[in-house]
């Protein structure tokens, strides 16, 4: 009859199921790890975007009365819903982000078109387009005309 001693150290198997469980958790943090960085990314790119358009809002945005903007068939949506606004700035820019990097800054008179200086409102809003997904960021004031 054969007697079975008790060896210490583990078998195979246990040895086995250790390291499959371990390369499971090493997969899970590095996937964890690969999500939090371009979350990360994302963020950083929001804010240089958002920092970008709120800069071209406000070329325009501190003057004391808006001489820059003329009130036309095209900005004029109360009398021309479908008017497209007055660009004040557009084309291309060199930021930190993903190309390509668009901004256009359009001016538009929601309320319709009055004397200068008599107060209504004109709508300014700044568009940031960036990276190959085309992601956006757009900041909106009003100044009184």
């Not at 004391?64 to 820019?93: E, I, R």
Request: charged share 10%; with cysteine.
């Amino acid at each position: 009859m054969r007697q079975h001693t008790k060896q210490s150290g583990f078998s195979t198997v246990e040895l086995l199921v250790s390291l499959f469980i371990a390369a499971a958790f090493v997969t899970i943090f590095y996937q964890l790890f690969v999500v939090i960085d371009r979350l990360a990314s994302d963020g950083y790119q929001r804010s240089v975007a958002s920092n970008l358009a709120y800069a071209n809002l406000r070329m325009y945005a501190t003057t004391d009365s808006p001489t820059w903007f003329v009130c036309d068939n095209s900005s004029d949506l109360k009398t021309y819903p479908s008017g497209t606004g007055q660009v004040l700035l557009t084309g291309t820019v060199t930021a930190d982000l993903p190309p390509p990097v668009t901004r256009s800054v359009i001016a538009t008179a929601p309320y319709g078109c009055a004397a200068t200086g008599s107060g209504m409102p004109v709508r300014i809003e700044s568009l940031i387009t960036y990276g190959p997904q085309n992601k956006k960021v757009n900041h909106t004031t009003y100044v009184g005309y």
